[in-house]
């Protein structure tokens, strides 16, 4: 079952201002070592994505067998969009949906993937964080683009990756999941290290770009059709 430290609950159709003191209050929460198990058997992704012209938000976690990578299971959640389109704050307006997902699922993966920011975000607490923080599971942010940060260019080959920095700050990592495509941006979320948070999304990766953790999640989310 799903709890939420009463403490560090709050609200979410904030003003921005509001929902800035809390990235800041919470960012300081966040645990950059490993807090995860030696032998973990169900890892997840989530991904986001809305209906009805964005008045719906609808959140999807697919866990996975874990090192198998086979769907174990999935679930839906929607809600109505309550906080804008703000770069920064998307964790705002979409994190309610995914706590809404976890609560309907018979167990909680160890380690859940999601598709966005972690520490990589101007105040260092972007969904990833959010997610993280709310539930205590240890997250990785597996973003498509890179939101903040420089790099030096990354190796060719696959697992090669190079330092995202920003300001001095080592946010992440640019990884290059297979030759001749174009990286991915991991960056801690909750409770694990950056070294483990790139081992593990390289060992969630199979042919494709994306760990399939996000390939399962994102297809789900975005499925407008009916639910699988």
């Known amino acids: 079952m799903l709890t939420i430290n009463p403490t560090i609950?709050?609200?979410?159709d904030v003003p921005i201002a509001q929902a800035r003191d809390i990235q800041l209050a919470l960012k300081e929460k966040v645990?950059?070592?490993?807090?995860?198990?030696?032998?973990?058997?169900?890892?997840?992704g989530v991904d986001v994505g809305f209906e009805?012209?964005?008045k719906i938000t609808r959140a999807a976690v697919a866990?996975?067998?874990?090192?198998?990578?086979?769907?174990?299971?999935?679930a839906i959640a929607r809600r109505d969009t309550?906080?804008?389109y703000v770069p920064g704050y998307l964790s705002f307006r979409e994190t309610p949906a995914v706590l809404d997902a976890l609560q309907k699922l018979s167990q909680l993966p160890e380690v859940l993937l999601c598709d966005g920011q972690g520490v990589a975000h101007p105040r260092r607490f972007g969904l990833a964080c959010h997610i993280g923080v709310l539930t205590e599971i240890?997250?990785?942010?597996?973003?498509?683009?890179?939101?903040?940060?420089?790099?030096?260019?990354?190796?060719?080959e696959k697992g090669g990756y190079v330092s995202l920095m920003d300001h001095g700050e080592e946010i992440g990592a640019v990884l290059r999941t297979r030759k001749g495509?174009?990286?991915?941006?991991?960056?801690?979320?909750?409770?694990?290290?950056?070294?483990?948070a790139i081992h593990?999304?390289?060992?969630?990766?199979?042919?494709?770009?994306?760990?399939?953790?996000?390939?399962?999640?994102?297809?789900?989310?975005?499925?407008?059709?009916?639910?699988?």
């Open 9 to 12: 609950a709050h609200a979410w």
């Open 82 to 84: 309550r906080f804008p």
């Open 200 to 228: 593990l999304v390289m060992q969630c990766v199979t042919k494709y770009r994306l760990p399939e953790t996000t390939r399962w999640s994102d297809r789900i989310a975005s499925n407008k059709t009916g639910d699988y």
């Open 138 to 156: 240890p997250t990785i942010g597996v973003a498509k683009t890179r939101f903040i940060g420089t790099h030096a260019t990354v190796p060719e």
């Open 31 to 44: 645990i950059r070592q490993d807090r995860l198990k030696k032998t973990l058997s169900r890892v997840a």
């Open 181 to 196: 495509v174009k990286p991915v941006y991991v960056s801690i979320g909750h409770r694990i290290s950056l070294p483990t």
């Open 63 to 74: 866990v996975l067998d874990f090192p198998s990578l086979e769907l174990m299971e999935y």
């Open 52 to 54: 009805d012209n964005g």
